[in-house]
């Protein structure tokens, strides 16, 4: 993270929670058409449309979900009518780098490239030992991320719908409304299943959600990673996951945005004026209230590493900002030792019937502060949980 920064930005963070930053918005693309395709607001394609028309870039590298369960994969773009191909969010493993290879080695126009926040740290370092891909690189889009989650994770959740994994032909994640349902494809002609995810869903199957997504089957260095807002990206963008957005999510979705260069911040700025997006005032609130404890724990993966240790885990070699370091508390340990445990359960297949039992000790007890247990507990009794 120290090396990567100073490359990048030349400097460290003065905010180790956000990274390095210009400007911090919401923003949506203008264009129903458009945004209602997008996972959120659609700002990541209306960048990319715009560098394409103005000759700014000959090739964009993204991941195209494709369309069945094991498709997604990266793919170089060559034109806007091909971004079609990816929209839509995609939370089990891909083949990133499925042509990855010709977009370092055999291409040679200027490109713009799209990735989670270990793929955009990755293409730093190739810059860093490649002089010709840094002279080629005109704009990177970093997606927050909270982690990717094994197939048999949502296979799990997916089961308590009467939905079989081997009978699914497609799958999106985020059809509908912002911020989207799960929308299942089965094979033989049987018909979709629009499955919910958090809102509209029973509370066993809200606790579900949660053991599936965001615990036991979560891959490990997901677990040991601290960087989820993309620091080194030029535009980093995620879900602004608050009850103000949330009201509006029948209008369509919103993006939050946070320029991390000037090329950046140029770029969103240029179509801000152009009226091709629209912009909502935010700030470094809006980041920390919005990604809550996946932005607090993922800062603080120190207590990870040292609790991964003391479980005998192979651990990477990270070296995290000085600051955040220095501001892992208590509570960081806590997360730590109980994320990483739930990960060494996945291995005992008779303690699943249990894990919405667990997850629901942990929401109330162990994620949140005591004081906030009330509170908790009528969001859950209401059938009002936050993501």
Not at 32 to 59: M, Q, W
Request: net charge positive; glycine share 8%.
């Amino acid at each position: 993270m120290v090396e990567l920064s100073m490359q990048v930005h030349r400097r460290l963070p003065t905010d180790y929670r956000i990274g390095v930053y210009q400007k911090i918005r919401v923003c949506y693309d203008t264009d129903p058409s458009e945004r209602g395709k997008a996972s959120s607001g659609g700002v990541a394609p209306a960048v990319l449309k715009n560098l394409f028309e103005k000759g700014a870039i000959d090739i964009a590298y993204c991941l195209a979900p494709g369309t069945g369960p094991y498709d997604a994969k990266g793919r170089i773009l060559r034109s806007p009518k091909e971004l079609e191909y990816v929209h839509g969010s995609v939370y089990h493993p891909t083949n990133f780098g499925a042509e990855l290879q010709d977009l370092v080695y055999k291409e040679t126009g200027r490109f713009a490239y799209v990735g989670l926040p270990c793929q955009i740290a990755g293409l730093e370092i190739m810059k860093s030992r490649i002089p010709s891909l840094k002279s080629r690189h005109a704009l990177s889009i970093g997606l927050f991320c909270g982690g990717l989650n094994r197939f048999a994770g949502i296979s799990y959740y997916l089961r308590g719908f009467g939905i079989d994994w081997k009978e699914i032909a497609a799958i999106e994640y985020r059809k509908g409304p912002w911020p989207g349902k799960i929308n299942i494809q089965r094979n033989s002609n049987r018909g979709n299943i629009l499955v919910p995810r958090i809102a509209g869903n029973s509370r066993w199957k809200i606790l579900r959600y949660l053991a599936s997504f965001q615990g036991y089957w979560m891959i490990k260095r997901c677990r040991l990673c601290a960087d989820p807002l993309s620091d080194f990206a030029d535009i980093s963008v995620g879900d602004p996951h608050l009850p103000i957005y949330r009201r509006q999510s029948d209008k369509g979705g919103f993006s939050l945005v946070v320029t991390r260069t000037q090329r950046g911040e140029s770029q969103i700025r240029e179509l801000i004026h152009a009226g091709r997006l629209h912009e909502d005032q935010a700030n470094t609130e809006t980041v920390y209230s919005s990604q809550g404890y996946t932005l607090d724990n993922r800062r603080h993966v120190h207590s990870y590493m040292c609790m991964a240790k003391i479980l005998k885990e192979t651990v990477p070699e990270l070296k995290i900002y000085p600051n955040a370091i220095d501001n892992v508390s208590l509570r960081h340990y806590k997360w730590a030792i109980f994320d990483l445990l739930k990960l060494k359960l996945r291995r005992y297949e008779m303690l699943r019937p249990f894990y919405p039992f667990f997850q629901a000790l942990e929401y109330l007890f162990i994620t949140f502060y005591p004081s906030l247990f009330f509170e908790r507990l009528s969001k859950i009794l209401r059938n009002k949980s936050q993501a």
